[in-house]
């Protein structure tokens, strides 16, 4: 099988509630998944790091840098005052005015990046941010930085940035993954500078509802695959955890019916896709 007909899919947000990470092991196991990105600031990830680790090998693990709409494991305040991070859009817009305070930053991150540690034994496999936070502004120096002096230049990091060409005739969510892609060029454009290993397509962003059914999205963000294909998604089990840490809840567990469905298997080969891990 050549790289143009493998893909990966990875997991955001394991570690966030015990319902998403069950379901996030369930289909590593299953080999559907071959990556997923811990949220170390969460309660529940210590416990949960425990039951991932058994499945080492069979996916890669990485640190979900998690700057917003949760609860930083130090104090911040600049950017979390109250002690709750802030609002994704507010980040954005923070982030694009230079108003976020590199120091405190960096702090955080290096504290999710000791939690990681702690809990595995080792260094994560990859670097990506929950919303996208890695690759805004000042944000993005630091993440640079951990990459080069604390992992030494080993691992890989997620790109956000797809053709605005391949968006348009996908028809998925557009202006939303345009904004997001826009907002990641300036870091893909610093990873390709860098060298630092990174997926070349980026797919899986919609309006996380279930308007459209989650095996239509499924079979448009597979579709020619390039080579280093990356689609991100959000599988996992309802409980009580996820429904007080997160908005996303019902959307979740539809994705983890498909993504451990026969059907999934099915739209993979009729199309020769293999699932594997991007490096």
Known sequence: MTNEHTLTLCADDYGLAPGVSQAIRDLILNRRLHATGCMTGSLYWPQQAQLLKPLEGLAHFGLHITLTQQTPLGPMPHLAPNGKLPHPDALVMRAWMGRVDRAEIAAEINRQLD???????????????????????????????????????????????????????????????????????????????????????????????????????????????????????????????????????????????????????????QRGISLTKLF
């Not at 053709?163 to 996908?170: C, D, E, G």
């Not at 239509?216 to 007080?244: E, Y």
């Open 115 to 269: 939690a990681f540690e702690a809990a595995m034994g080792r260094q994560p496999d990859f670097l990506d941010g929950h919303h996208h936070v890695h690759h805004l502004p000042i944000i993005r120096d630091v993440v640079l930085d951990v990459w080069l002096n604390r992992l030494g230049r080993r691992g890989w990091i997620r790109s956000c940035w797809e053709s605005p060409a391949l968006l348009m005739r996908r028809g998925v969510d557009s202006l939303r993954a345009s904004i997001i892609s826009a907002l990641g060029w300036r870091w893909h454009q610093m990873m390709k500078h860098q060298r630092i290993p990174h997926n070349q397509s980026f797919r899986g962003v919609y309006d996380l509802t279930d308007k459209v059914p989650f095996a239509d999205l499924f079979s448009i963000f597979t579709d020619q695959p390039q080579p280093r294909t990356l689609v991100m998604v959000h599988p996992g089990l309802v409980d009580t955890a996820l429904i007080v840490a997160d908005s996303l809840t019902d959307q979740r567990e539809n994705e983890f019916a498909f993504l451990a469905s026969d059907q999934c298997g099915q739209i993979l080969d």
